[in-house]
């Protein structure tokens, strides 16, 4: 069974994988250059601030001197992180020595940051302009909600509690990656959407973030600039209201695009727009690794293979469905079951059980949160059997010699099959042999040299 995985990378490794030019163009802002010094190891922020005034090369050699003999793996990480993002400028001399130098844009930004402090474009819009102004609980609430409706769309268009008016080009974005196209029964996840569904929030929103950039030039819009205002709406707010006309015409449309996924709220008054942040949008510029956002977690696993979920959420019981069996459902409690065969059908839609323990681990209810470990061993191991269970046997194509005219055809044909990789089984005393069907033509070729 073929394993797909969805590697979900945060903002910064986004910002690496841009061109020189355009890296530098972005560190002409300097909320971008205040978002990656937050980004980085604590070690790599150190070298930053303690080059920030020098012009000059520092060499490899003194920049070691730094830290102590047991840092030095901590030590190549920072480098390697900072080189990747173009914030140190490496050089190599004639004796090949290296040397690092702080880039003169991010290094000039910064320092115009930390001197005269930062300022964003835009102010928070008066109370008196404003009204009813949704409170923090409420502004969560909402962001859940547009979030769920938008992987709720993902599951099944039927399944949505209300129309969705997600934009064209996010949807897009996913029908090309987490769904394919069938004739009669419309649109279906992939083995990627279904494996995207289990992730957690803070991964599912940097895979979004990360598709919604990658397809930016196919909708004519530049990838820096975009990623340039996503990290400096990070830097808003939660709750405050920004007035709508402040934006560019590009910087509107991806607006409208956030609140569909419960980055921002737009709100409308008698003579005013304005959108309000929410947490998903400020949490932008945090690592992945960052569990500070996370919900907490809602699920019960029994040893005798029962799960109980304790939400009012519609999305966690499509979620609980894909990998077991639903047997009543409460307003608060959702009651399945592990079964062979609902684990079989997760297995078909391209989910490992590992996810799935992954998922029910991270889910786990406080109170057996804390427990080690809090899904119990005998349902995961058996997880684990019954997946090994379909992975038994492996079907190749392969083609079966027999007949060789003398031994050392024979070997001379293995050894041939073992040049191209492709040797599966041999049978030394019988003169038999297998090989694979993409080395056949190899083997036949040899074989008819030697007649």
């Known amino acids: 069974m073929p394993e797909v995985r969805i590697i979900a990378k945060n903002f910064m490794d986004m910002v690496a994988s841009m061109p020189a030019m355009k890296l530098d163009k972005l560190y002409e802002n300097g909320f971008i250059c205040e978002a990656i010094l937050r980004s980085l190891p604590p070690l790599a922020r150190k070298y930053i601030l303690q080059m920030l005034y020098i012009d000059a090369q520092v060499t490899a050699k003194s920049m070691e001197e730094w830290v102590l003999p047991d840092g030095t793996s901590k030590h190549r990480v920072a480098i390697d992180r900072l080189v ?137 819009v530049d990838a820096a600039e975009l990623i340039s205002f996503l990290l400096e709406l990070s830097f808003h707010v939660i709750g405050e209201a920004y007035n709508i006309n402040t934006l560019t015409d590009f910087q509107r449309n991806t607006i409208k695009d956030l609140a569909d996924i419960g980055l921002v709220k737009l709100q409308q008054g008698r003579k005013e727009s304005w959108f309000i942040p929410t947490k998903l949008a ?36 499509e979620i609980l469905r894909l990998f077991s069996s639903v047997e009543y459902q409460l307003p608060n409690l959702i009651v399945g079951a592990i079964t062979k065969e609902s684990l079989y059908n997760a297995f078909e839609n391209g989910i490992t059980a590992e996810q799935i323990i992954s998922f029910l681990q991270q ?34 194509e392969a083609y079966y010699y027999d007949e060789f005219p003398s031994r050392d055809v024979f070997e001379g044909a293995c050894d041939c099959a073992r040049e191209w990789n492709g040797l599966l089984w041999e049978d030394s005393k019988k003169m038999h042999m297998v090989v694979k069907t993409e080395v056949h033509p190899y083997v036949r070729d040899y074989l008819r040299r030697q007649k």
Request: with cysteine; net charge neutral; charged share 25%.
């Open 84 to 220: 990747q993002l173009r914030v140190f400028i490496e050089t190599v001399d004639r004796k090949s020595e290296k040397s690092y130098k702080l880039n003169p844009t991010f290094q000039r930004s910064l320092q115009i940051l930390l001197i005269n402090g930062g300022t964003l474009p835009r102010e928070p819009m008066p109370s008196n302009i404003t009204v009813r102004l949704p409170s923090l609980e409420d502004l969560e609430a909402y962001a859940l909600e547009q979030w769920e409706c938008f992987l709720l769309q993902l599951i099944s268009q039927n399944q949505a509690e209300r129309p969705s008016n997600i934009g064209s080009s996010l949807m897009k974005v996913f029908q090309r990656h987490l769904m394919k196209q069938r004739d009669k029964e419309g649109p279906r996840l992939t083995a990627s959407g279904f494996q995207f569904l289990l992730m957690d929030t803070n991964a599912q929103l940097w895979y979004v973030i990360r598709e919604y950039i990658s397809n930016s030039e196919a909708r004519g």
């Open 282 to 317: 400020t949490n932008l510029s945090v690592s992945l690794a960052d569990s500070s956002s996370r919900k907490q977690g809602f699920m019960v696993v029994e040893t005798n293979f029962r799960v109980y979920a304790y939400t009012t959420s519609k999305l966690h019981c």
């Open 363 to 396: 889910n786990a209810h406080p109170r057996v949160a804390e427990r080690i470990p809090a899904v119990p061993e005998n349902v995961t191991d058996q997880m684990r059997l019954w997946e090994s269970d379909l992975n038994r046997v492996e079907m190749t």
